[in-house]
Nanobody, 118 residues
Framework: QVQLVESGGGLVQAGDSLRLSCAFS????????MGWFRQAPGKEREFVAA????????NHADSVKGRFTISRDNAKNTLYLQMNSLKPEDTAVYYC???????????WGQGTQVTVSS
């Protein structure tokens, strides 16, 4: 079992920055990949970024590449998403997730709202 709790969302203006955090607990031993996803109103959930256990391998969706950066601090049991140059189209509920079995993301947080005004 892994518990995930996101924080750091809010209302910002276009061009601003935010850093999301995801505290993970429960199964903190063993290596597993983690990621960020988002879901805008009326749209399907989409992939944002992912990172391996050691943090030396990441990938980001094309829509956020160069603006968002995923990172993790396993000593603090925390996953991060640094979001710069935010755009109104980044408005969504952001979720962190853990892929503990190497097959699919099987644990999800409750989400944190990010709203970017123009």
């Amino acid at each position: 079992q892994v518990q995930l709790v996101e924080s750091g969302g809010g209302l910002v203006q276009a061009g601003d920055s935010l850093r999301l955090s995801c505290a993970f607990s429960g199964r903190t031993s063993g290596s597993y990949r983690m990621g960020w996803f988002r879901q805008a109103p009326g749209k399907e959930r989409e992939f944002v970024a992912a990172i391996n256990w050691s943090g030396d391998s990441t990938n980001h969706a094309d829509s956020v590449k160069g603006r968002f950066t995923i990172s993790r601090d396993n000593a603090k049991n925390t996953l991060y998403l640094q979001m710069n140059s935010l755009k109104p189209e980044d408005t969504a509920v952001y979720y962190c997730a853990a892929n503990t079995q190497g097959i699919k993301y099987d644990y999800w947080g409750q989400g944190t709202q990010v709203t970017v005004s123009s």
